[in-house]
């Protein structure tokens, strides 16, 4: 299938590593012109490297903290200069800590407020003048997590902000769609990363067990017996948000193995 992508301009934020490079990976694949942000040059630059190598594609890189509204702003104009606009936008940021409500207090709710929820409201809205001029309209893809369907034990501050998340693609799906922006979440469930592999290790430590233990366990919650790989993710991600989806908006694709059992 052709995803009609050639020459588009794409930006992929927190695409160091993990879920964010293998998505600008795919992109870059697909023949997009790429741009990648994330809070560390030295990964960028290596992350833009692996793509080069890989792909032929020279990615334009920029850093950005995305609980920053001025690193953003800078971010998505640095986009929209090297690439003569913007096509695509994919929000993402890292993973607010893990832990319980009683292990929060006010300055933990505000920093995973402002990197998860707050994040993906700038980064759309410094993308929505170039998004609106493009001229096949607009696509947005949020990289969430499957809490946004089932809470996960022990990360309460992603749980209540992804739902949020949720929610705010559900509500731009309408008010977006007269400018011909699509609009979805793609949330992953068990994918092979390293902040599974951190949450693996906080849980093993927890309950002073072996991670290997742990990882076991949580394979056998998952139908097809076995966590996913960064690349088979990046292809749903891609698709939601390629050209060859003309009439999917608003919705949450779980990309989770089956794991998720609510209707």
């Known amino acids: 299938m052709d995803l009609m992508l050639k020459g588009k301009s794409v930006f992929v934020a927190a695409a160091s590593k993990g879920l964010g490079k293998a998505v600008a990976l795919q992109y870059a694949k697909e023949g997009a012109r ?5 809070r560390n040059m030295e990964d960028l630059a290596n992350a833009r490297n692996e793509i080069l190598v890989l792909t032929g594609v020279e990615a334009t890189i920029v850093r950005m903290d ?13 986009a929209a200069e090297a690439n003569g606009g913007l096509d695509v936008l994919v929000t993402n940021a890292g993973g607010p800590p893990a832990g319980t409500f009683i292990d929060m207090d006010d300055a933990d709710w505000t920093k995973g407020f402002e990197l998860t929820l707050m994040s993906t409201i700038r980064m759309i809205r410094e993308a929505l003048p170039y998004l609106k001029a493009a001229p096949d309209g607009g ?3 949020n990289l969430a997590s ?4 089932q809470p996960i034990d022990g990360l309460i501050l992603s749980n209540v ?3 949020g998340v949720n929610s705010l693609a559900k509500s731009l799906a309408s008010e977006l769609a007269g400018d011909g922006i699509l609009i979805n979440m793609v949330s992953p469930g068990r994918i092979s990363t390293d902040r599974i592999v951190e949450l693996d290790r906080k849980r093993a430590d927890a309950s002073n067990r072996a991670v290997e233990d742990i990882q076991a366990e949580a394979a056998k919650q998952i139908p097809l017996g076995r966590p996913g790989t960064p690349e088979e993710f990046a292809r749903h991600a891609v698709f939601y948000g390629s050209f ?3 009439y999917v908006t608003g919705q949450s694709l779980l990309v989770d193995g ?3 059992k609510g209707l």
Request: glycine share 6%; charged share 25%; hydrophobic share 50%.
């Open 161 to 163: 902000f992804r739902a």
């Open 139 to 141: 696509r947005i893809v």
């Open 34 to 38: 790429l741009t990648i942000a994330s």
């Open 258 to 260: 089956g794991m998720v």
């Open 146 to 149: 499957v809490s946004v369907k």
């Open 66 to 78: 995305a609980s920053d509204g001025e690193d953003i702003r800078h971010a998505i104009r640095i």
């Open 244 to 246: 060859a989806n003309t």
